[in-house]
T-cell receptor, first 114, second 114 residues
Framework: QQQVKQSPQSLIVQKGGISIINCAYE??????FPWYQQFPGKGPALLIA?????SEKKEGRFTISFNKSAKQFSLHIMDSQPGDSATYFC?????????????FGKGTKLSVKP | KAGVTQTPRYLIKTRGQQVTLSCSPI?????VSWYQQTPGQGLQFLFE???????NKGNFPGRFSGRQFSNSRSEMNVSTLELGDSALYLC?????????????FGPGTRLTVL
């Protein structure tokens, strides 16, 4: 059972365009939703995260939109640059307790064309 | 502050052997989680250690084990290696229990089983 579904699998965007990656989750107990960026040969790097008490969070060119009723959240990358070309993972976890591991989506490979 | 470090970065083993991977968390972080990353299954949670105790465990066979030392450094062990164990093994550290908190990943150990 895939608890976090991510789409699309791959995405090609022109430089300067907006990249949008979507995720949907099933478990309403999730209350922490991070996005990670991974370059080839590297570990995932925390990009931005949101908790369900807000509907949007922005950090520089990166914005998370969160829809609690639809159990969906998305990452928007404004003014996409070739250096943003990487694989992006959404994730979810439950706060505290003994089952707080991250559940990851399958990833989206983003290519930004110059 | 130094990031999460993992050693070794690359390993080649043969079927039936065992392997030990090491992870040093960010200074001051007390939780270490381990994940396996493969092209087919994506990022999957192995286990989390906090205060030298395993707090959470993923759905992996008993051949996968780990431990944490008093300085928060952690090791994971895989016994009787199988071809399917070939993967990138990532550890992530967080200040306290992982659930709902920022987790920072190391660069990973690339294990190849021949």
């Amino acid at each position: 059972q895939q608890q976090v579904k991510q789409s699309p699998q791959s995405l090609i965007v022109q430089k300067g365009g907006i990249s949008i990656i979507n995720c949907a989750y099933e478990n309403t107990a999730f209350d922490y939703f991070p996005w990670y960026q991974q370059f080839p040969g590297k570990g995932p790097a925390l990009l931005i995260a949101i908790r369900p008490d807000v509907s949007e969070k922005k950090e520089g060119r990166f914005t998370i939109s969160f829809n609690k009723s639809a159990k969906q959240f998305s990452l928007h990358i404004m003014d996409s640059q070739p250096g943003d070309s990487a694989t992006y993972f959404c994730a979810a976890s439950k706060n505290g307790g003994s089952q707080g591991n991250l559940i990851f989506g399958k990833g989206t490979k983003l290519s930004v064309k110059p | 502050k130094a990031g999460v470090t993992q050693t070794p970065r690359y390993l080649i083993k043969t079927r039936g052997q065992q392997v030990t991977l090491s992870c040093s968390p960010i200074s001051g972080h007390r939780s270490v989680s381990w994940y396996q990353q493969t092209p087919g299954q994506g990022l999957q949670f192995l286990f989390e250690y906090f205060s030298e105790t395993q707090r959470n465990k993923g759905n992996f066979p008993g051949r996968f084990s780990g431990r944490q030392f008093s300085n928060s450094r952690s090791e994971m062990n895989v016994s009787t290696l199988e071809l399917g164990d070939s993967a990138l093994y990532l550890c992530a550290s967080s200040l306290t229990l992982a659930g709902g908190n920022e987790q920072f990943f190391g660069p990973g150990t690339r294990l190849t089983v021949l």
